[in-house]
Each structure stands twice: as C-alpha cells, then as structure tokens.
C-alpha cells in the first residue's frame, strides 16, 4: 500500500484593529497542483478582542472551503472518467 502525504500551509493575517482576520489555505498535490481558499472573520465591535478566535474562525472557513473545492475536483475527474452515462442510437 502507497502512503502519500499532503501538507497545507495556512497563512493568517489580522488588520491593524483585530477586526478582521483572514487565513489563506494553500495546498500543493504531488503532481504539482496548486489549490487555494480563503476565509475571513469579522469581530463584532461590541465584543471584547480575542485574536485566537478571529484566527480558529477564519482558518477553520479557509480549510472548509479547500475541502469543498477538492471534492469537487474530485467529483469532476471522476465524471470525465466514467463517459457517458448511455448510449445514444
């Protein structure tokens, strides 16, 4: 059996206020593919600055939406693979 390993690097940034964070997921496949998602969090003004929250959020929507992007592709190379799904007369 093949193991194989995918590494993501997950970049975080805040703005000069921490009222908003944005993480960057950026995933490179072996066969030198290159995927990328963003995800943002926005702390409301009422609420007392907690970054570690600002990052687990926006991190956590970043990696969500680079899974949903790879299951597509997945979904889409199965798709061309498989033909159609008859045969016209």
Do not use: C
């Not at 956590?60 to 997945?74: S, T």
């Amino acid at each position: 059996m093949e193991s194989k390993r995918w590494t993501v690097e997950v970049f975080v940034n805040e703005d000069d206020n921490d009222d908003v964070t944005t993480a960057t997921a950026v995933l490179y496949t072996p066969a030198g593919r290159r995927h990328e998602s963003v995800g943002r969090a926005r702390r409301n003004p009422a609420d007392r600055p907690v970054p570690e929250i600002g990052d687990e959020l926006a991190a956590g929507r970043a990696l969500a939406d680079l899974g949903a992007k790879l299951i597509g592709d997945g979904a889409e190379d199965v798709a061309q693979l498989a033909g159609p799904a008859y045969e016209s007369y």
